[in-house]
């Protein structure tokens, strides 16, 4: 019920953003679909088929995570492997995480990390006035989250990895 909350409050920012920014087409991919059939999404899946710039990628065929990066600009996300994905292909990422949301395995820090309502929609301005810019602003963020994969120091990396992890475990 938890995950239900998060991602109607997550649609539901969506729908408003979408609201507030006609310029821009809104793609709403998931990891499943079976929520389109769940009743208690019943009343913001209208507001989504109402939008006119509103889309709900459900073909898995066609929107493979590899085409949606090619056919977006940017990402809206809430934490998961495809806002890293657009993140790594030189593609900026707003990360949706709500302040009652403490978890988080990844420190995407706070220029990628929007708490509220009003943080999206002020990243969303800053990518639509300098999209170029605010991408190169999270180049510090990639180097810091991802590495080059070099196979002559790749156990060496691992290995640096495992110690710091171990370490902070003890």
Same mark, same amino acid.
């Given at each position: 019920?938890?995950?239900?909350?998060? #991602?109607?409050?997550?649609?539901?920012?969506?729908?408003?953003?979408?609201?507030? @920014?006609?310029?821009?087409?809104?793609?709403?991919?998931?990891?499943?679909?079976?929520?389109?059939?769940?009743?208690? !999404?019943?009343? =913001?899946?209208?507001?989504i088929k109402a939008s006119?710039?509103?889309? =709900?990628?459900?073909?898995?065929?066609?929107?493979? &995570?590899?085409?949606?990066?090619? #056919?977006?600009? !940017?990402?809206?996300?809430?934490? &998961?492997?495809?806002?890293?994905?657009?993140?790594?292909?030189?593609?900026?990422? =707003?990360? !949706?995480?709500r302040e009652d949301h403490?978890? &988080?395995?990844?420190?995407y820090g706070p220029i990628?990390?929007?708490?509220? !309502?009003?943080?999206?929609?002020?990243?969303?301005?800053?990518?639509?006035?300098?999209? /170029?810019?605010? /991408?190169?602003?999270?180049?510090?963020?990639?180097?810091?989250?991802?590495?080059?994969?070099?196979?002559? /120091?790749?156990?060496?990396?691992?290995?640096?990895?495992?110690?710091?992890?171990?370490? @902070? =475990?003890?």
């Amino acid at each position: 019920i938890n995950n239900w909350k998060n #991602n109607l409050l997550f649609y539901k920012n969506i729908v408003l953003l979408a609201k507030k @920014n006609k310029d821009i087409l809104f793609l709403i991919k998931s990891k499943n679909y079976e929520w389109l059939e769940i009743p208690y !999404f019943y009343e =913001i899946l209208d507001e989504i088929k109402a939008s006119t710039n509103i889309e =709900i990628l459900s073909d898995y065929k066609d929107w493979t &995570s590899s085409n949606c990066i090619k #056919n977006v600009d !940017f990402g809206v996300v809430m934490m &998961s492997s495809l806002g890293d994905e657009i993140l790594v292909h030189d593609k900026p990422i =707003i990360v !949706f995480k709500r302040e009652d949301h403490k978890f &988080s395995s990844v420190d995407y820090g706070p220029i990628i990390l929007s708490h509220s !309502f009003d943080d999206l929609l002020l990243n969303i301005e800053k990518i639509k006035l300098d999209i /170029n810019g605010y /991408n190169k602003s999270l180049d510090l963020i990639r180097k810091k989250l991802f590495t080059e994969y070099k196979p002559k /120091n790749f156990h060496l990396l691992l290995q640096e990895i495992y110690n710091e992890k171990n370490h @902070n =475990i003890n």
